[in-house]
């Protein structure tokens, strides 16, 4: 069955979606819809078969379209999806879900009434490396983890409705909560804002998730380097990603602290002897775009196959996360307490 899909924003990220849409066996991009008369000039030129509206009930109204995927800002997001569900469409709305927990939840409810599909693009739930972890970690490969630390930096691309870290962190949050198989029970986050009033540029924070585990996260984009480095600490191994890295992006390191702390060692040779120095693996990921890899997780759902993954009860979990953190920003950084979604 070929899927009809409407595309609902073509800014920077939207027609990547076109594109795969589009090129797919089981799917075509029917419409793209943007308010932008520049944006539907170049998608028009660009994507030849495809009609452009400004105008989102020309597609919602369309009998021939089964799915909407929303890449509008973040803003928009709940009204659109809103629109959609109510239409009777399967959606695929970008990250953040939406920028308030009640609208998440409410959108998760009536996805679930009208039994249509909602799923929220996580695309680095879809990426070969962050899953090759995941492997690592659920066969306990790394031991008892004991921290995660997360750098997402970048100079731009700038926002002005959500602050670095709905932007940025958002993609660390699914990561550590698919990873962990938990949400957060509480963060702690500081902020500092300097080109747009009351929007951070910069966040950085720290999540504490059950079994003591720690998250670190610096979100920014006023940075002058592009970093997606992630490390996991456990007790007995070590991993890191990094998305920067296209070649070999995870390697896990057979490297530890040996010995109890409170032993004296006043020699540098005494106090080599506490580290333990093995190998350093660097496993074969496969290579493929995530994001041609969450488009098809989302056909399958459409066509009734099982799965959960960044489904929007997850989408609606990240927000809680930034919810909260948004409030220790408020805070002088006081740690607040993370909603669970229920
Ligand atoms: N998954 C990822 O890695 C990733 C990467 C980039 C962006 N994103 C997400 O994609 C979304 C869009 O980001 P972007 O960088 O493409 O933004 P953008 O500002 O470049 O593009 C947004 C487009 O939406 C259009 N638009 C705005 N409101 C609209 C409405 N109500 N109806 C129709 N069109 C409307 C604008 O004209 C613009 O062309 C955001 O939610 C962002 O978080 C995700």
Redesign the pocket.
């Known amino acids: 069955m070929m899927i009809g899909v409407a595309v609902?924003?073509?800014?920077?990220?939207?027609p990547h979606l076109i594109r795969n849409f589009n090129d797919h066996l089981s799917s075509h991009t029917l419409w793209v819809?943007?308010?932008?008369e520049t944006?539907r000039k170049a998608i028009d030129e660009r994507f030849p078969s495809v009609s452009v509206t400004a105008n989102?009930d020309d597609a919602l109204n369309d009998d021939r379209v089964d799915a909407v995927v929303i890449?509008?800002?973040?803003s928009?997001?709940s009204g659109?999806v809103k629109q959609a569900l109510e239409a009777n469409k399967h959606v695929l709305v970008?990250?953040?879900i939406t920028n308030s927990l009640d609208d998440a939840a409410e959108l998760c409810r009536l996805a679930e009434a009208s039994e249509r599909v909602l799923m929220v693009?996580h695309?680095f739930l879809f990426n070969p490396a962050i899953r090759a972890a995941k492997d690592y970690i659920d066969k306990g490969e790394l031991g008892e983890l004991k921290y995660l630390s997360m750098t997402r930096t970048n100079l731009g691309?700038v926002r002005t409705d959500v602050n670095a870290a709905w932007?940025l962190a958002s993609?660390d949050i699914s990561i550590a909560n698919y990873w962990l198989g938990d949400t957060p029970d509480s963060v702690s986050a500081s902020g500092g804002s300097w080109l747009n009033p009351g929007v951070h540029d910069v966040v950085f924070t720290t999540l504490r998730y059950p079994d003591d585990i720690m998250v670190n996260i610096e979100a920014s984009w006023l940075n002058p380097r592009k970093r997606r480095l992630i490390s996991v600490i456990g007790a007995e191994r070590m991993l890191t990603v990094d998305d920067m890295d296209l070649n070999e992006p995870l390697r896990l390191y057979d490297k530890g602290v040996v010995g109890a702390a409170s032993e004296v060692t006043d020699t540098f040779a005494g106090f080599r002897s506490q580290i333990r120095e093995g190998e350093v693996l660097i496993p074969h990921v496969t290579t493929g775009e995530p994001l041609r890899a969450e488009c098809d997780a989302f056909l399958a759902r459409i066509r009734g196959e099982e799965g959960t993954l960044s489904n929007g009860r997850a989408g609606a979990d990240v927000v809680a996360v930034l919810e909260a953190m948004d409030r220790s920003i408020a805070n002088d950084g006081a740690q607040q307490e993370v909603e669970k979604v229920k």
């Open positions: 609902v924003g073509a800014g920077h990220w939207g819809v943007d308010q932008a944006r989102v890449a509008t800002p973040t928009t997001h659109l970008e990250k953040p693009g695309v691309p932007d993609h």
